[in-house]
């Protein structure tokens, strides 16, 4: 098994390929697209995207949402770590306010709005309040870093102990959840530069561990 097959998870999401060569730049050996993960032996990382809209995002996978959901459930409780990155951590959560369907439900929470205060979508740079000094994902990451946001809605997880980092875009909202192997990103590691590459770098050494 090669120290860090990665698998990205293709639900209709846009960025495959920059994704996978940031992964692959960052000391991924082996990284496969896939468009369905119920069958997750032999990779030891998998990574779900973030652009698209929440209701076609899920619908896309409807029709294989109960093998996708025990695979990755699988995955969760074998300790393969999981990246989402923006609406891939969306996806991860009860339900979204740009939507009407369900989510996945590994995660307890909803997705809401940004306030109507600011220009929506955010995209730019924000930097990062980091409330987790002991987060895996911001190993070597100083906090005030920059990191580059482009969304319309954030995440507002039930347990606020698993939020590692806020940033602040009319009101403070997660930046970073971290939950055991599980981890979810508002912003875009793969675009935000030397210090999305540490914490890409950082997710590859957890995934070397279940290797």
């Not at 369905?36 to 209701?55: A, E, I, S, W």
């Amino acid at each position: 098994m090669k120290r860090n097959n990665i698998a990205i998870f293709d639900y209709g999401a846009g960025n495959l390929f920059s994704l996978k060569a940031a992964l692959e730049r960052n000391g991924a050996e082996s990284v496969s697209i896939l468009r369905k993960l119920n069958d997750l032996g032999g990779f030891t990382g998998v990574v779900l995207p973030g652009v698209g809209n929440f209701d076609p995002a899920i619908r896309s996978v409807e029709p294989f949402k109960e093998s996708l959901l025990q695979a990755m459930e699988d995955a969760i409780n074998g300790g393969v770590p999981m990246l989402g990155i923006c609406l891939g951590m969306e996806m991860l959560f009860n339900k979204s306010e740009e939507g009407t369907l369900d989510g996945l439900k590994i995660l307890d929470g909803e997705v809401v709005m940004l306030s109507k205060k600011v220009k929506i979508p955010h995209m730019g740079w924000n930097n990062l309040s980091i409330t987790n000094s002991d987060s895996k994902l911001l190993r070597g990451v100083s906090n005030g870093s920059w990191v580059y946001f482009v969304h319309s809605y954030f995440v507002k997880p039930t347990d606020k102990n698993i939020v590692a980092a806020n940033s602040v875009y009319g009101s403070v909202i997660p930046a970073l959840v971290e939950d055991g192997n599980l981890f979810g990103t508002q912003f875009h590691p793969e675009k935000s530069g030397a210090v999305g590459g540490i914490m890409i770098k950082n997710f590859l050494k957890e995934c070397t561990q279940c290797s």
